[in-house]
């Protein structure tokens, strides 16, 4: 029984580390690398990049935007276009910085009522997914320069 409870534990520890964990990144983004970023709590006068939207990097390279506030209830976005691999790589080197500026959020629906600015970043490679909340006073250059740059890809400001 002792045995048996300290082999779970030794488990549980395990998934918990590698949950916890940033996707590995290499060189080039892998087959399933995904990307999501919403921008909550944000006003619609503040920063352009910073205003409220909600992007989506597919594997396949297809990126969706939504301009505005995101509800439980808001339908994806729709695609706008498919990202080059040059495009792809460029938003590969920034998830790093991103996974690494946010704080794990645990499974479930994410809480898109909260007032206080942040972002939720989804990320998804080799075979890890991991939701982390980036609160925008302290991650805030960050996102802005992720966002930025999802905007430009999406042809936003056209």
Not at 54 to 60: C, G, N, S
Not at 140 to 147: D, K, L, N, Y
Request: proline letters at 10%; glycine letters at 8%; aromatic letters at 4%.
């Amino acid at each position: 029984m002792l045995r048996r409870r300290a082999i779970s534990l030794s488990v549980t520890a395990l998934v918990l580390a590698a949950c916890a964990g940033t996707p590995p990144l290499g060189a080039t983004p892998p087959d399933d690398f995904a990307l999501a970023v919403t921008l909550l709590g944000t006003s619609a006068e503040g920063p352009e990049a910073l205003r409220p939207a909600w992007y989506i990097v597919e594997p396949d390279g297809t990126l969706r935007v939504a301009l505005g506030e995101r509800r439980p209830i808001s339908p994806p976005p729709r695609p706008v276009r498919r990202l080059s691999h040059r495009d792809r790589q460029a938003l590969w080197a920034d998830a790093a910085d991103l996974a690494a500026a946010g704080a794990p959020v645990s499974e479930g629906p994410a809480d898109l009522a909260d007032p206080t600015p942040h972002a939720l970043v989804y990320l998804a490679a080799g075979g890890e997914r991991r939701t982390v909340r980036i609160d925008l006073e302290r991650g805030g250059e960050t996102v802005a320069r992720v966002a930025d740059r999802l905007r430009r890809l999406g042809w936003v400001d056209r």
